[in-house]
């Protein structure tokens, strides 16, 4: 080949390669370019390089300075190329731009559900007032959730109907104590007895079953927090100061604690327990002093020792506070309502 057909070769290369790496519109039209004229193999400047070796001795340094000249301008060329595309605003696969001033997706964070957060508010309330929390079970023998509160066989709240018993298939066998979901957390009150000597000061949180139809204050299921305060010389007093204080830190400085006097079989005497704001009372749940034969039954002496016990509804604590209207809203685990918590 002729220096002057080799140069010209040259020439027309060097165009041919700027203009198609300038023109490279993504980092995969670059590197299309790139193999075409650089590429180690069967690059065009490849090719070139090989037809250096056909000029004539005498042009071979003329033609060689040429070759190195258009190598390096395309090369030049390249860098120029990339350094355009990384400095470009990011594109999608299909080179589409995208604007990155656009609000991104929010990622959605899980957050603990109302009851939940509620009852880690009233364990930490009432462990600053001396009661630790403590847990039972939820599917429980009668003679805990019965006979030991002195709720006896023909008691009315005994029925099969306002209760869930659990299938006689599931029963553990025969001839021991029948098993339902528990009706109430007292029967927390009667495991912790058996096991502790006074003084006790529990509360114990957790979920309860009676067969209500669903409505905007009845569900099914819901959670009580119970509390039980066993000790020498305990009061009637003392029930009403700690549900005060309960109320006034859950609830604020102005909440008002009022007793109805009431009955259950596991105290003596028997109170609803009544709160209120200005205008409106509204029912929390049950308490009184433990019966006598209560104690006795877990081989306590109620000479020695005396104590209240209360248990609250926890869903109606957390509705009051939160302004919540019905209890089925906290159940229907729709994430406009529990994002809100
Ligand atoms: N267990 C009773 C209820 O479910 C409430 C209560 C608890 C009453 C403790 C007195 C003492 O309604």
Redesign the pocket.
């Known amino acids: 080949m002729s220096l002057e057909a080799f140069i010209s070769k040259l020439d027309q290369l060097q165009a041919a390669a700027t203009e198609a790496l300038a023109a490279a519109a993504n980092r995969e039209a670059l590197e299309a370019a790139r193999i075409e004229f650089l590429g180690a193999k069967s690059g065009q400047l490849k090719a070139a390089q090989k037809q250096l070796g056909t000029v004539a001795g005498p042009d071979k340094p003329a033609a060689g300075k040429k070759f190195n000249a258009a190598k390096m301008a395309i090369e030049q060329a390249f860098d120029a190329a990339q350094t355009r595309l990384e400095s470009a605003p990011p594109t999608s696969k299909d080179g589409a731009l995208f604007d990155i001033t656009l609000p991104g997706e929010p990622i959605r964070i899980g957050r603990r559900h109302p009851v939940t957060q509620t009852i880690a508010e009233l364990k930490d309330i009432m462990g600053r007032l001396g009661f630790t929390a403590v847990d039972g079970p939820e599917v429980e023998d009668e003679y805990h959730n019965f006979e030991a509160l002195n709720i006896p066989e023909i008691h009315p709240a005994r029925d099969p109907l306002d209760n869930f018993y659990l299938a006689a298939a599931e029963q553990q066998h025969a001839s021991a104590s029948p098993l339902l979901l528990r ?4 029967t927390v ?1 009667i495991r912790v007895m058996e096991e502790t000597q006074p003084p006790v000061r529990i509360i114990s949180l957790g979920r ?1 079953y009676r067969p209500d139809q669903p409505d905007a204050t009845h569900y099914p299921m819901f959670h ?1 927090m ?1 509390g039980l305060y066993i000790d020498k010389q305990v009061t009637m007093a003392d029930l009403k100061s700690v549900l005060r204080l309960f109320a006034t830190s859950y609830l604020g400085r102005d909440v008002h604690v009022r007793f109805r006097p009431s009955f ?1 079989p ?2 003596e005497p ?1 109170v609803e327990v009544d709160m209120s704001w200005g205008d409106r009372w509204i029912e929390f ?4 002093m433990v019966d006598p034969h209560v104690l006795k039954a877990v081989g306590y002496d109620p000479e020695e020792v005396t104590g209240f ?3 609250l509804g926890v869903e109606r604590l957390c509705m009051r506070r939160h302004h919540i209207t019905d209890i089925r809203y906290l159940f229907a685990n729709d994430v406009r309502f529990l994002r809100q918590f």
């Open positions: 009706s109430q957390t007292s009150q309860v009580q119970e259950f596991f105290t028997s749940g049950g308490a009184g016990a209360f248990g």
